[in-house]
């Protein structure tokens, strides 16, 4: 795992960041940043040597997902992991198509987001970002890792809305309405397909 990345966390509510904070810090080793909205993430982006942003997608002020665009263009090399709630997928699809390398949903554990950030991480030394210059991306592979996270998050969306009905997991009724809710999202087909074929594996 890489140790001392700088972690920036964008929430407006404290108890979210000072639990990330901690937990990341203590138990990962990163050194994170917080702040509460959109406008002062982007003016710490600029004044700072950041890896990686936790982003929530709901902030008072400039949104999220305008967060995410100009932060994209501005600091193209910056990881950024998107926070929403479970009813707020559609949201996540557009971050994921905006650049995004994963989203989380709320409610959330700190293994989760320490899990996402990790995996973050190693894609980004793998594909060559400004920490880890390797001379060469893997541009392709990147968008079918997001892409894939994506699917993943929305079979887990659909899970627990299943179990909330019905109190047990019907998997390839979870596995149907995962691809009919990705493909009214706009979710490209062959990324579907992709992740339809890893769950035969």
């Known amino acids: 795992m890489l140790k001392n990345a700088n972690i920036l966390i964008v929430d407006d509510d404290e108890g979210v960041t000072d639990l990330l904070s901690a937990g990341l810090e ?32 709901r902030l ?9 665009t ?32 994963d989203y989380i949903t709320k409610p959330f554990d700190i293994t989760t987001v320490a899990n996402s950030i990790e995996s973050a991480l190693q894609e980004g030394t793998r594909s060559g970002s ?4 390797v001379g060469f991306h893997h541009d392709l592979s990147d968008k079918t890792s997001r892409w894939a996270a994506c699917m993943d998050s929305i079979a887990r969306g659909v899970e627990m809305r299943f179990e909330s009905l019905v109190g047990t997991t019907i ?11 990705a493909q009214s999202m706009g979710v490209p087909e062959n990324h579907i397909n992709q992740w339809l074929n890893s769950r035969k594996q």
């Not at 998997?171 to 809710?181: F, L, S």
């Open 130 to 133: 400004k920490l880890f210059p």
């Open 70 to 101: 100009k932060a994209k263009r501005a600091h193209p090399d910056t990881l950024i992991i998107v926070i929403t709630g479970v009813g707020d997928v559609q949201t996540a699809v557009e971050a994921m198509k905006l650049g995004a390398t």
């Open 26 to 57: 203590e138990s990962e080793g990163y050194h994170c940043f917080a702040v509460s909205t959109g406008e002062h993430a982007l003016e710490k982006l600029s004044s700072s040597n950041i890896d990686l942003m936790l982003l929530d997608l």
């Open 171 to 181: 998997t390839q009724t979870i596995v149907d309405r995962t691809v009919a809710t």
């Open 60 to 68: 008072p002020g400039i949104s999220g997902i305008d967060v995410l």
